[in-house]
């Protein structure tokens, strides 16, 4: 049975050695790898192709950038006599054209020619960020446009997701959580971004129920070893 969801790697982009420190694009070409590997485990990628027939979706295409997105950066604004730090991100995107969905790694270092000076807790950011941005864009793309409503479904899917399939998502993450490390050892990143790793951070919908994923099928899931037969 063909797939409804598929996922694929862009090319790293010729500005990147020119606009980013050497050490940058390595580390942001490999976040995107894992980004991509994680993105395919059964768990997840189940979860996405029920997802796509709930919103009567089909054929979608989603693109893994290698490097954060051209409008992602940090400026200052002076406002009440002070100055205050803005971070502008843009994670994901759908081109209602060709129907195509880009993802964006985070902008983690803003300077951008500068060396890389601390690890990324990768787990939590592909639970709060890489998850949710992926449903977010599903949902644009399904027809909704109304931003408000679209980020409190992707809230939804995305604790429904946690809460039903994560015991089994971090058994499939372990190789993954493993390479980066190794990546990040290689670097010489030796500490944490502060609250990169927590899992759960940011809007919450708790107690609405899951039309998708739910524990039993979690279940199911951990006893089978079917391929992509699943809710989660």
Do not use: Q
């Given at each position: 049975?063909?797939?409804?969801?598929?996922f694929r790697l862009a090319q790293i982009?010729?500005?990147?050695?020119?606009?980013?420190?050497h050490q940058q694009v390595a580390l942001y070409a490999a976040y995107a790898e894992l980004t991509f590997e994680a993105l395919n485990l059964r768990t997840v990628l189940s979860y996405?192709?029920?997802?796509?027939?709930?919103?009567?979706?089909?054929n979608v295409s989603i693109r893994i950038m290698r490097m954060p997105a051209s409008k992602s950066m940090n400026y200052l604004v002076y406002r009440n006599g002070k100055h205050r730090l803005v971070k502008k991100r843009l994670k994901g995107r759908?081109?209602?054209?060709?129907?195509?969905?880009?993802?964006?790694?985070?902008?983690?270092?803003?300077?951008?020619?500068?060396?890389?000076?601390?690890s990324v807790g990768i787990r939590g950011h592909f639970l709060n960020g890489t998850l949710r941005t992926v449903i977010h864009e599903m949902l644009h793309k399904s027809g909704l446009r109304e931003e408000e409503e679209v980020r409190t479904l992707a809230d939804q899917y995305a604790n429904a997701f946690r809460k039903a399939c994560l015991e089994q998502f971090d058994k499939e993450f372990k190789p993954i959580l493993k390479k980066w490390k190794q990546t990040e050892k290689?670097?010489?990143l030796r500490w944490s971004i502060a609250g990169s790793t927590k899992v759960g951070q940011g809007r919450r919908n708790e107690g609405l129920q899951d039309p998708i994923c739910d524990r039993a099928s979690c279940s199911s899931f951990r006893r089978s070893h079917s391929h992509h037969t699943h809710d989660c």
């Open positions: 049975m063909s797939r409804r969801v598929s982009p010729d500005f990147a050695e020119e606009e980013y420190h996405f192709e029920r997802l796509s027939k709930k919103l009567r979706v089909k759908h081109n209602r054209r060709t129907g195509v969905i880009d993802i964006f790694p985070y902008l983690f270092w803003p300077r951008r020619k500068s060396k890389p000076f601390a290689k670097l010489g």
